[in-house]
């Protein structure tokens, strides 16, 4: 057992923790982490009800939103072509 926990180890941990926190951080600490992970809890379990309710819906508006990003990028490319254009027309005119 010279890889396990000892219990001393946890005794040394603990003594680290209220040394470097001080006691009357510690409870205030537990709150907030307990606070934290039962809103990470619920969280995580509402995302899994939505997906497993409806997979087919949350599919479509990302294809709509790529198909719109791939629109929006052509048109830019698009835009920028012919200003590339248009300089090299006054180049040539001046």
């Known amino acids: 057992m010279l890889n396990g926990l000892q219990p001393w180890h946890l005794i040394i941990l603990v003594l680290i923790v209220v040394l470097l926190f001080g006691a009357k951080r510690l409870p205030d600490a537990a709150r907030s ?23 087919e819906k949350r599919e479509l508006p990302a294809a709509t939103a790529q198909s719109a990003a791939d629109q929006q990028v052509a048109e830019l490319q698009r835009q920028l072509d012919e200003l590339k254009r248009q300089q090299e027309q006054q180049k040539h005119a001046s």
């Open 33 to 55: 982490i307990g606070k934290s992970m039962k809103i990470f809890k619920a969280e995580t379990k509402d995302m899994h009800n939505e997906s497993a309710a409806e997979p």
